[in-house]
């Protein structure tokens, strides 16, 4: 399926760690990278600094004057590159546009169990890169970034979240496993696997998370890209 929709917004997979979101007359990216279709956007989330999350090329392929760039601190200063406006946060930090109608939660995303090198994860907690909680016209998305299963997600009971985009891949981010277990304690209405079919990961680590949730009663959709 290439499009998610849930009351009203729409959800499309642009690819690896990517989304589209519309909803409320709002066009939202998070983490556009190497985009098919691109589509002008009013909100351009990004998760972190690795270039495929901080593309500055789809960016260019997205962003007007007027757009805003949500990122986290080791970020700052990017929306001068793009000639638009930024707002940059820290984890558990809190940003609502009343322009875009739009309210953004950033979260913490980091490894536990994923090292480059001994003793060295390839997202250090110390960073601040982020996952974020997207609400747009009443719907809560999770958007767990590059990220282990850590501790922080039993706080997000509490914002119910409808739709959780969990990466499955494994090595830089949850495997299949780990993530089906976030979803677990995160408790979405629907789980979509990401951080697959780019650099790392195939449809069959998307089926296999499919799979381990199959009777945990959260609805998992595989999305094909736009």
Excluded: Q
Aim: net charge negative; with cysteine.
């Amino acid at each position: 399926m290439k499009e998610l929709e849930v009351s009203g917004v729409k959800i499309f997979w642009t690819g690896h760690d990517g989304f589209r979101i519309e909803g409320d007359g709002t066009v939202l990216y998070i983490d556009p990278f190497r985009l098919v279709s691109p589509v002008k956007a009013d909100v351009i989330l990004v998760t972190h600094n690795h270039f495929d999350h901080y593309s500055k090329d789809d960016i260019k392929k997205v962003v007007k004057e007027r757009s805003l760039i949500i990122a986290p601190k080791e970020l700052s200063g990017v929306e001068l590159e793009f000639n638009c406006r930024g707002v940059f946060l820290e984890p558990w930090a809190k940003y609502h546009s009343d322009e875009f109608k739009v309210t953004v939660i950033a979260v913490p995303a980091y490894n536990v169990n994923k090292f480059r090198a001994p003793g060295v994860p390839f997202h250090p907690k110390e960073d601040g890169k982020l996952g974020f909680i997207v609400e747009l016209a009443g719907v809560k998305i999770f958007h767990a970034g590059d990220s282990d299963n850590i501790p922080e997600y039993e706080k997000l009971r509490d914002y119910e979240v409808d739709v959780a985009l969990l990466p499955v891949s494994g090595t830089y981010v949850m495997t299949p496993d780990e993530a089906a277990e976030a979803a677990k304690v995160i408790r979405p209405k629907i789980a979509v696997p990401m951080h697959w079919g780019e650099i790392i990961g195939s449809r069959a680590e998307a089926l296999k998370f499919k799979d381990l949730l199959g009777d945990s009663g959260i609805e998992v959709k595989i999305l094909d890209r736009v």
